[in-house]
């Protein structure tokens, strides 16, 4: 089965600007997830969604963090403005109920 | 706010030696799983463990729950260079499809 898939796998851009990440999971997964994960740190959960329902955004700084997952398969996650503590490596993970997550491979995200 | 702590964060070994990777915590989780990540990739799933005490293993790999579901560990016999990359612990405290929250990671380095 293909993976989760993840685009762009880099980007770079300047303090204060846009950038929005592409996530799209396995085929047939409802439940799908958003981390992000700083140099040396462990993934941090920002947002989850249960088809394209939030269930857990406790951890988004919705100041500048969005996210959506409007047709309940793929989804994006954008920074407006970005900082420059933003930079890490966003992952997206999904899963069908009760099983483990499966991860993509991430966007690497360097602010300058 | 649950935290998984890891210990060593970094270990240098060489071939053929033993090794014990730790993970602890205050707080009770449903279940723990460990990841291994490699650079520029996602965190690939190694193992669930669910039940306290349980023990499970994959080939040279011996994976442990508490008794109380609050720590785990992880053990590596006679460690080869393709054991090289980061482990990562990771607990879930509800339902199967909920969020998880990492420690920060163990990075091995196995010298041939």
């Known amino acids: 089965e293909a993976g989760v898939a993840q685009s762009p796998r880099y980007k770079i851009i300047e303090k204060r600007q846009s950038v929005a990440f592409w996530c799209n999971p396995i085929?047939?997964?409802?439940?799908l997830y958003w981390y992000q994960q700083i140099l040396g740190q462990g993934p941090k959960l920002l947002i989850q969604?249960?088809?394209?329902?939030?269930?857990?955004d406790s951890q988004l700084p919705k100041d500048r963090f969005s996210a959506e997952r409007l047709k309940g398969v793929d989804s994006t996650l954008k920074i407006q403005p970005a900082k420059l503590e933003d930079s890490a490596v966003y992952l997206c993970?999904?899963?069908?109920?009760?099983?483990?997550?499966?991860f993509g491979d991430g966007t690497r995200l360097s602010i300058l | 706010t649950q935290l998984l702590e890891q210990s060593p964060q970094f270990l240098s070994i060489q071939e053929g030696e033993n090794l014990t990777v730790y993970c602890n915590s205050s707080?009770?989780?449903?279940?723990l799983q460990w990841y291994r990540q490699e650079p520029g990739e996602g965190p690939v799933l190694l193992v669930t463990?669910?039940?306290?005490?349980e023990v499970k293993k994959l080939k040279r790999l011996t994976f442990q729950f508490g008794d109380a579901r609050k720590d785990s560990s992880l053990h590596i016999t006679a460690a080869q260079p393709g054991d090289t990359g980061l482990y990562l612990c990771?607990?879930?405290?509800?339902?199967?499809?909920?969020?998880?929250?990492f420690g920060k990671g163990t990075h091995l380095i196995i010298q041939p």
């Open positions: 993970a999904s899963s069908s109920w009760n099983q483990p997550q499966h």
């Open positions: 085929s047939g997964h409802a439940t």
């Open positions: 969604f249960q088809n394209n329902g939030v269930v857990d």
């Open positions: 707080s009770v989780f449903s279940s």
């Open positions: 463990v669910v039940t306290g005490g």
């Open positions: 990771a607990g879930n405290s509800g339902g199967g499809a909920d969020g998880l929250t």
